[in-house]
């Protein structure tokens, strides 16, 4: 590793690691100043949702296969940003780096998933980042530097569209068409995914305190929906819309003159989700035509970019 230069000079090092870490998965890449040498991936990081134990799981495991496939010591990373869901609240923030410096020296910066899912669209420019997996936001940065979110204040009370918020909303729409003598496949899809055999089964969990992980569910609701069931495809027809307008709000506050914007989508929901992609797309271009919107974004190239970013600054 090249050494450190005297104050007000460049740093430089010879690795970086940046971490993307949210309710279900944990992405991991490892690089030089210039290329991603490994990647790795483990379960969900946050630690609201998975707590300590899984979480330095989940973080050990990524970075290990990241510096395993890349053939790097860890001894040799000198910088390393996560992006991790919640990193807002102070007690978060520390205890992730605690347990990222158990295993990896160096300077270690933990910052909110959305910041590194913008810097992964637009490094060091104007845009907007909707993230949709466990949780949602939507986070954005004008030609000022002023910057503007909307959504992200926990699946209790926000997080709408998110991979949370639609399980929830088909437990609610499967009870609400039985009620109403409807038919839906949702209710066997839900009672397949949580192994129950009753509808009052799934009222019990569904009302259970913690309550049940909502978000397993999306795999087998996007499914019952490609099959064409009319109550699943409301759900995400919703949670499009939902998203939609979360970009919207931040849109405005930024670009209040009516021009287009650049907007980015990250999150399983997106990434799974043909059907939300298109209701997104299709709302938020009814009020601003000329919005570019780019799809597939990786957040953890932006954790990366920053890490090498911070390396690379003066002392």
């Known amino acids: ?47 609201a949702r998975v707590g300590e134990a899984q979480a330095r799981a989940a973080l050990h495991g990524a970075i290990r296969q990241a510096a395993a496939e890349a053939k790097v010591d860890l001894a040799g990373v000198g910088r390393t940003c996560v992006g991790m869901a919640g990193a807002s609240r102070p007690e978060v923030t520390e205890s992730v780096r605690a347990l990222v410096a158990e295993i990896v020296p160096g300077e270690i910066e933990v910052v909110g998933d959305m910041h590194v899912a913008l810097e992964a669209a637009f490094p060091g420019a104007p845009g907007v980042a909707v993230i949709a997996g466990t949780g949602s936001i939507a986070y954005g940065r004008n030609e000022r530097g002023e910057t503007a979110r909307a959504g992200g204040w926990g699946s209790a009370i926000s997080d709408e569209g998110s991979g949370e918020w639609i399980g929830r909303s088909a437990v609610a729409a499967a009870l609400r068409a039985y ?24 009222a019990r969990v569904a009302n259970a305190s913690p309550p049940p992980e909502y978000a397993t569910l999306l795999p087998q609701i996007l499914a019952t929906a490609e099959a064409g069931d009319g109550a699943a495809r409301d759900v995400l027809l919703q949670a499009g819309t939902e998203l939609a307008q979360l970009a919207k709000i931040v849109v405005r506050r930024l670009w209040p003159g009516g021009q287009g914007a650049q907007v980015a989508l990250a999150g399983g929901v997106f990434h799974n989700s043909e059907l939300v992609r298109r209701v997104f797309a299709n709302s938020l271009r009814a009020e601003r035509p000329q919005t570019e919107i780019i799809e597939d974004v990786d957040p953890v190239l932006g954790a990366l970019a920053l890490a090498r970013r911070r390396g690379q600054e003066p002392a």
């Open 1 to 47: 590793m090249a050494p450190a230069t005297g104050c007000g000079k460049s740093i430089s090092v010879a690795f970086f690691l940046g971490i993307d870490g949210g309710g279900t998965k944990t992405d991991c890449a490892l690089g030089d100043g210039a290329s991603v040498l490994g990647r790795g991936r483990e379960g969900g990081s946050k630690l």
């Open 179 to 202: 009620d109403a003598g409807q038919n839906t496949a949702l209710i066997a899809c839900i009672l397949s995914s949580w192994h129950l055999a009753t509808r009052d089964d799934v």
